[in-house]
């Protein structure tokens, strides 16, 4: 099992502000993931990353960006927040290891609402 | 056709009843299986992973897959009201990479 972490947990932000959403795990995990997902709907993913320097976007259009600087650190920044950016934000890993590749583990989530 | 198609429910039973919850997916080539639960305004949680067809067997849960179908089921034996939550059936498609596509969830509800 994995130790994913998420900060902030709950943000409300007024429109037009630059946010950063951290995502941080210790288990040295390759394999990392942003997902959206709005109450009572399915989750989506918006972006996901191989390991350091590499980022790809997911199945759902998002304005936000990714880095993957270090392996442990896996961070979303929206550039300018919207009203429509409301939502959870959910950050998983995957460890990879034989016989267990798919499985993802997912951190607490950051709720954020911009006014 | 959605990849990964859940009844949303809900599904109410009885404290002490089996809740059976069911899922399709549609790549045939799919390989991983996993049943995650999702409280609300939390994150999912992992319960079951399975791979091979067949019964999969772990405490109170049971998951059921069958490949030639594209199915794939979770029991939970006697249910509890503290497992009345979302359950979200994610399946990992044929891709050469390890992403999960997710159904849209199955709410269980058990009342005492």
């Known amino acids: 099992e994995a130790d994913i972490y998420q900060t902030p947990r709950y943000l409300v932000i007024g429109t037009g502000k630059k946010i950063t959403l951290e995502c941080s795990q210790t288990m040295g995990h390759d394999k990392m993931y942003w997902y959206q997902q709005d109450p009572g709907m399915e989750l989506h993913l918006i972006h996901y990353?191989?390991?350091?320097?590499?980022?790809e976007k997911g199945d759902l259009s998002s304005e936000s960006t990714v880095s993957r600087i270090r392996t442990e650190h896996f961070p979303l920044t929206l550039e300018s927040a919207r009203p429509s950016h409301t939502s959870q934000y959910l950050c998983a890993s995957n460890p990879g290891t034989s016989g267990n590749t798919d499985t993802q583990y997912f951190g607490p989530g950051t709720r954020l609402t911009v006014l | 056709q959605k990849e990964v198609e859940q009844n949303s429910g809900p599904l109410s039973v009885p404290e002490g009843a089996i809740a059976s919850l069911n899922c399709t997916y549609s790549d045939r080539g799919s390989q991983s299986f996993f049943w995650y639960r999702q409280y609300s305004g939390k994150s999912p949680e992992l319960i079951m992973s399975?791979?091979?067809?067949g019964d999969k067997e772990d405490g109170r849960f049971t998951a059921q897959l069958n490949k030639a179908s594209q199915y794939v089921s979770l029991l939970i034996r006697d249910s509890q009201p503290s497992d009345s939550a979302t359950y979200l059936c994610a399946v990992s498609p044929n891709t050469g990479f390890q992403k999960l596509v997710f159904g849209t969830g199955t709410r269980l509800l058990v009342s005492p």
């Open positions: 990353s191989y390991g350091v320097n590499s980022t």
């Open positions: 399975i791979y091979s067809n």
